[in-house]
């Protein structure tokens, strides 16, 4: 059996860490979106058993137990008792280690995958809890729609769908290191976003609004030390960006435009900024 599903990266529309638990992980207060910019996960269900191989064309990603596809099969085999080989292929598009959520959906398309394959009958929200060992993104991407993430990232509610607006995704040549942001997150420092206004106005319809109330907290930390991150937002709203903003950790800048025309003009103006630049609608 051969099942392909598509793995779509993800924006941070508000990103907020209140505190940190007592075991260490922030506590997440975020809007996340998907975007149509995606990675194709494959996977062959062989009639024997054996083990699971990953095969990406990416020369950067692990292929053992680091890959968060790997990760992801494991749990569904375990606990469901599957001993089927599996051939996972991963067709990426999705810049890698950009603050995008590529791993994290790569795994999240796996479970739906398994899910499906094997009638385990999960649903999204059981998906979304086995999740959670992966990534705190995973949960998000098993649903993989506008929606308000908090807690560990496990709690989703999922908002109205808005209209197909355009986003500008900008990827500088900087890496990032995620572990190293979440550790430097002083929670009595952090000028804290209140997500209430943004969500009112997404639920609402009035985007003007949603758009007032957007913000990633982390921007700062990255931003000290890659302060080119920040030269692209400005440049992104310069050129009429209705907002321009880091996604995740970064370093990946994205803006939203309510028109292609505008969307457009944003790209012509930052590609002596960056080369590796997508075009994209929020789904
Ligand atoms: P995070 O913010 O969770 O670090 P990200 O969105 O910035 O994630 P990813 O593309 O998910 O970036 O990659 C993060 C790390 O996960 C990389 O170091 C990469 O080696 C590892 N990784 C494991 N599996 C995958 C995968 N299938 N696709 C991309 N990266 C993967």
């Not at 638990?21 to 062989?46: F, N, Q, R």
């Not at 996972?88 to 739906?112: M, Y």
């Not at 900087?174 to 997500?195: A, C, E, F, G, K």
């Amino acid at each position: 059996m051969l099942i392909t599903e598509k793995a779509p990266a993800k924006l941070n529309l508000s990103l907020d860490s209140p505190m940190r638990y007592l075991d260490g992980m922030p506590k997440w207060d975020m809007v996340m979106v998907s975007v149509d910019l995606a990675d194709y996960v494959t996977i062959e269900i062989a009639d024997r058993p054996g083990n699971v191989k990953v095969y990406t064309d990416s020369s950067f990603l692990p292929n053992d137990q680091r890959n968060l596809a790997f990760q992801a099969a494991n749990i569904l085999r375990n606990r469901f008792h599957h001993r089927e080989a599996l051939t996972i292929n991963i067709r990426k598009h999705i810049p890698v280690a950009a603050g995008l959520g590529g791993g994290s959906s790569d795994a999240a398309a796996v479970l739906r995958i398994l899910n499906s394959a094997w009638k385990l009958g999960l649903s999204l929200e059981e998906l979304a809890r086995l999740s959670l060992s992966i990534d705190s993104d995973v949960p998000y991407c098993v649903y993989g729609k506008l929606a308000h993430v908090t807690e560990h990232g496990e709690k989703i509610e999922l908002l109205p769908p808005q209209p197909h607006y355009w986003a500008v995704i900008a990827k500088q040549q900087i890496s990032v290191s995620t572990p190293q942001i979440l550790r430097q997150i002083d929670y009595t420092q952090i000028d804290h976003l209140d997500n209430s206004l943004l969500l009112q106005g997404l639920r609402n319809g009035d985007w003007q609004t949603a758009t007032k109330y957007m913000g990633n907290v982390l921007e700062p930390l990255t931003m000290r030390y890659y302060p080119e991150i920040k030269r692209l937002k400005d440049k992104m709203l310069a050129l009429g960006a209705d907002v321009a903003q880091m996604s995740g950790t970064g370093p990946s800048v994205f803006a939203i435009c309510h028109t292609e025309s505008r969307a457009r003009r944003v790209q012509n103006g930052i590609r002596g900024f960056c080369r590796n630049v997508n075009i994209v609608t929020l789904l």
